[in-house]
Nanobody, 119 residues
Framework: QAQLVESGGGSVQTGGSLRLSCTGTIDSRKCVGWFRQVPEKEREGIAITCGGWTRPWYHDTVKDRFTFAQNRSSNSLYLDMNNLTPDDTGMYYC??????????????WGRGTQVTVSP
C-alpha cells in the first residue's frame, strides 16, 4: 500500500515546465528523493537528498534544469522541472526511507505520476 502520493504530472511541449508534489509519511532523518522510469529503461534516481546533506544530488541528465525542494513541516517534497525535453517523458515516483542513491533501500513509494513531453 502506497504511503506517498504524487501529483503534478501532465503533458507539456518541449521547453515547458512542471512542478511535481509528493506528500505522505516522510522521515527526514533518512533519504528522500525522486525517481523516474522512462520507456525501455529501469527506474533510476534523479534527485535525492538525505538528512545532513547540504544540497541534493542530481542525475547528470536533470542537473541545472530540475530543482528538488522539501518542506518538512508539511511532509512534502517538490520537484520543479524546467526546460523539459521528450527524453524526460516517463513515470515519476517519489520515495522515502532510503539510504543514499540505492533504489532498493527505499521502503516508501508513491504510485507515480506520468510526465509526457511532446516535441
Amino acid at each position: 500500500q502506497a504511503q506517498l502520493v504524487e501529483s503534478g504530472g501532465g503533458s507539456v511541449q518541449t521547453g515547458g515546465s512542471l512542478r511535481l508534489s509528493c506528500t505522505g509519511t516522510i522521515d527526514s532523518r533518512k533519504c528522500v528523493g525522486w525517481f523516474r522510469q522512462v520507456p525501455e529503461k529501469e527506474r533510476e534516481g534523479i534527485a535525492i537528498t538525505c538528512g545532513g546533506w547540504t544540497r541534493p544530488w542530481y542525475h547528470d541528465t536533470v542537473k541545472d534544469r530540475f530543482t528538488f525542494a522539501q518542506n518538512r513541516s508539511s511532509n512534502s517534497l517538490y520537484l520543479d522541472m524546467n526546460n523539459l525535453t521528450p527524453d524526460d517523458t516517463g513515470m515519476y515516483y517519489c520515495a522515502a526511507g532510503g539510504y543514499g542513491l540505492k533504489e532498493s533501500t527505499y521502503d516508501l513509494w508513491g504510485r507515480g505520476t506520468q510526465v509526457t513531453v511532446s516535441p
